[in-house]
């Protein structure tokens, strides 16, 4: 149980077009998401916390315009990259806390890897 | 703000004999959690092992065990009869309870046959 899925996994897309992440819990309902970057050879930097249903919560130093993110659902939450340039490649990665999960616990997605060409 | 600190880039471990990885962190608070994940090569974040404050005793699962010292807040990873597929980037991360997860720099760890 507790499964997270991404999709894509890959994407390649041109310098200035939008491109659109899902995060889906595949078994249990996700009150909060949690979106992540990862540069190669370094650490998770979260950008930002969503709640479904509610805004999204995001890290300072993280533009809420340029990185969209929805929580429509209790199984589904996106990240889009709006105007994209080649400095927002990276891997970007999700995890979600199920309804009745305890404050510990957060279930990581597989990532994936943006390419801005 | 939480910080956590890993001082080793990477290590290297013979295949069958022991590694410890470190780890310390900075908190004013007195409830928390302590976890040490896994990222192998595909990239998948695995959780290892994780460490309730309020508990003195060191958590085990398997061959990973943790020295958690919580007045010197450090937390470290021993990694007891490595393996080949224990071979991955290792990240220490805090949590206080229900919040955010905070992570460290990482340690490669590479094991050799």
């Known amino acids: 149980g507790a499964v997270v899925s991404q999709h894509p996994s890959w994407v390649i897309c041109k310098s200035g077009t939008s491109v659109k992440i899902e995060c889906r819990s595949l078994?249990?309902?996700?009150?909060?998401m949690f979106w992540y970057r990862q540069f190669p050879k370094q650490s998770l930097m979260l950008m930002a916390t969503?709640?479904?249903?509610?805004?999204?919560?995001?890290e300072q130093g993280v533009e809420k315009d340029k990185f969209l993110i929805n929580h429509a659902s209790l199984t589904l939450s996106t990240l889009t990259v709006t105007s994209a340039h080649p400095e927002d490649s990276s891997f970007y990665i999700c995890?979600?806390?199920?309804?009745?999960?305890?404050?510990?616990?957060?279930?990581f997605g597989p990532g994936t890897r943006l390419t801005v060409t | 703000a939480q910080t956590v600190t890993q001082s080793q880039p990477e290590m290297s471990v013979q295949e069958a004999e022991t590694v410890t990885l470190s780890c310390t962190y900075d908190?004013?608070?007195?409830?928390?959690?302590l976890f040490w994940y896994k990222q192998p090569p595909s990239r998948q974040m695995i959780l290892v092992i994780r460490?309730?404050?309020?508990?003195?005793q060191n958590a085990t699962e398997n061959r990973f065990s943790v020295n958690f010292q919580k007045a010197a807040k450090s937390f470290s990873l021993k990694i007891s009869d490595s393996q080949l597929g224990d071979a991955a980037m290792y990240f220490c991360?805090?949590?206080?309870?229900?919040?955010?997860?905070?992570f460290g720099a990482g340690t490669i760890l590479r094991v050799k046959s």
């Open positions: 995890s979600a806390r199920g309804v009745l999960a305890a404050a510990y616990e957060q279930y």
């Open positions: 078994d249990f309902q996700a009150t909060t």
């Open positions: 969503s709640n479904e249903g509610s805004k999204a919560t995001y």
């Open positions: 908190t004013s608070e007195s409830d928390y959690y």
């Open positions: 460490q309730e404050a309020y508990k003195q």
């Open positions: 991360a805090y949590m206080e309870y229900g919040n955010k997860l905070v």
